[in-house]
């Protein structure tokens, strides 16, 4: 029986977490501080990583890993260079997965394949350090930042 290694796990748990409190912020508005509080400790406690769902990234996210401009209701960490989940609401109501794909392509990402479906779409882009899956659904963008194997 093979097992998953621990990076991948703590990966997977980080994306499940952001996209857990994503869905839980979208679906009962703005959670108050004692909800946000118990959900950041609960991901950081899961994941040994660093968690906000106040508008700030991780100390240690990327930064050649260009974000659009927004609100940033998650933000999740897995600890170290293991990988990052950031939910950003742009500011204005263009195409919020096109722009976000602009902004990676001129940081010098390119695609590496992309889906789509109705209302939304997933994209992975890498730059040979960082791989980012953006996906978008309405007015969000969600980015999942791992290292590039």
């Known amino acids: 029986m093979s097992t998953m290694p621990t990076t991948s796990r703590a990966a997977i748990a980080v994306a499940i977490a952001g996209i857990t409190a994503s869905l839980l912020t979208g679906c009962f508005g703005n959670p108050g501080d004692l909800v946000n509080q118990g959900v950041e400790d609960a991901i950081e406690s899961a994941t040994g990583g660093e968690v906000s769902l106040d508008g700030d990234l991780p100390a240690d996210f ?8 927004g609100d940033i209701s998650v933000a999740a960490g897995a600890g170290g260079a293991e990988g990052w989940v950031v939910v950003v609401t742009p500011s204005d109501s263009g195409d919020p997965v096109a722009d976000a794909a602009a902004e990676l392509e001129a940081a010098g990402f390119t695609e590496d394949r992309s889906i789509s479906g109705d209302g939304g779409g997933a994209a992975f882009y890498t730059d040979g350090e960082w791989t980012v899956l953006l ?3 309405g007015s969000a963008v969600s980015y ?4 590039a194997r």
Not at 144 to 147: G, I, K, S, W
């Open 62 to 69: 990327p930064t050649s890993v260009p974000l659009i401009e």
């Open 135 to 137: 996906i978008g659904q």
């Open 144 to 147: 999942t930042v791992a290292p």
